[in-house]
């Protein structure tokens, strides 16, 4: 249907009469999609953002002064739910961010302790297999953080002998272990004999 009268189409469409809703509906749609793209990427997005504004606009039951006072209606009412759906998609692709920026470091740190736990494992069954003596001076120096001279006092025997015994022990660790797992008991210790 045509409409020969604004006031006619005005006053239909407050009073909730079909026909005037399709009038404006058919009349305005294509522009309002157009318009609505502005604020989205897809087409399907920026449709319905034009038939958001048709049912807010219908279903507000307003009185409009003329229908430049109803486009303006439309446009503004497109307008802010476009800004509306731009806010909503960014808080979205930010939470997204976030969740795959923790997820990374999640995984990153989840396989560093799996590392660090594989190469402990090594490490304490290599210690094991030393001869006792040796043994008891890794592990009071390295993984208790002794000094020698504290083993030496703690054995009963000189400070040369710890030393001699402790570079014995390194040397067969050296030979079974893989380098990371020797490079971490190494680490540990090159920081505690620094402060003897």
């Not at 909730?16 to 502005?38: P, Q, T």
Request: with cysteine; charged share 25%; aromatic share 10%.
């Amino acid at each position: 249907m045509k409409y020969t009268s604004e006031m006619l189409l005005l006053y239909d469409l407050k009073n909730g009469k079909e026909k005037a809703f399709e009038y404006i509906f058919h009349r305005y749609y294509n522009r309002l999609c157009v318009f609505a793209s502005n604020f989205v990427d897809e087409t399907k997005e920026a449709e319905d953002i034009a038939e958001e504004a048709f049912v807010n606009i219908w279903n507000s039951k307003r009185d409009f002064q003329s229908i430049l006072h109803l486009k303006s209606s439309l446009y503004q009412t497109t307008r802010r739910i476009g800004l509306n759906k731009q806010t909503a998609r960014h808080r979205r692709m930010i939470r997204t961010d976030n969740y795959l920026a923790n997820q990374e470091q999640f995984q990153e740190s989840q396989l560093q302790h799996i590392v660090y736990a594989e190469a402990m494992g090594e490490l304490y069954e290599a210690i094991k297999n030393l001869p006792p003596k040796a043994q008891q001076i890794i592990k009071a120096t390295y993984l208790e953080g002794k000094s020698n001279q504290e083993v030496a006092d703690e054995m009963g025997i000189n400070l040369q002998t710890v030393k001699n015994q402790k570079l014995r022990a390194l040397t067969i660790l050296r030979n079974r272990l893989n380098k990371d797992s020797f490079n971490l008991l190494i680490s540990g210790v090159f920081i505690i004999e620094k402060f003897q």
